[in-house]
């Protein structure tokens, strides 16, 4: 004798119509109780910017998990990699505040000399990527020091960092 198992089921009408209701509602829960609701959603929709430093942590900065057998070497890595978030920023944003004071819209900062209006920080530094400096030393001593020129971008980029 065999078995045969069957799979059915009906939509309960009802119950869809009740969810449709709810569709593109969701709950937002905050810890602050100093907040409003506004407050709220406007921080909530902030947070697609810290997803990114988050992205960038991972991609940039290739962080991944650590086998440290003590937590406080994590925590100082986890620091140093903290601060380079931050001197990132604070790079991006000295360069975007600049590039509105001077009602500058784009800089060319992608390979083939393309704009962009929101230059990363990555994108600044690479700009810099074959940058060098060649010394001649003699007798432990520098005779003489060579620099690569930089290019019109690359100035501009200095001046708006205040370089």
Not at 38 to 46: D, I, N, R, T
Not at 108 to 121: D, G, K, L, N
């Amino acid at each position: 004798m065999n078995t045969l198992y069957t799979l059915s089921w009906t939509q309960k009408k009802q119950v869809l119509k009740q969810e449709a209701q709810t569709d593109g509602v969701f709950p937002l829960l905050c810890t602050d109780k100093q907040l409003t609701a506004k407050e709220v959603l406007k921080a909530y929709k902030y947070q697609p910017r810290l997803e990114k430093r988050f992205a960038q942590f991972k991609s940039i900065h290739h962080a991944a998990p650590l086998l440290f057998k003590k937590i406080e070497r994590i925590e100082a890595n986890m620091f140093g990699f903290f601060i380079a978030l931050v001197v990132q920023a604070l790079i991006e944003r000295e360069v975007r505040n600049k590039m509105k004071e001077q009602k500058i819209e784009k800089i060319r900062v992608y390979p083939e000399r393309r704009e962009a209006s929101h230059p990363t920080t990555s994108k600044i530094l690479d700009r810099f990527d074959n940058i060098c400096t060649y010394k001649i030393s003699e007798n432990s001593g520098v005779v003489e020091t060579f620099k690569d020129s930089l290019n019109e971008d690359q100035k501009l980029i200095l001046t708006l960092l205040n370089i």
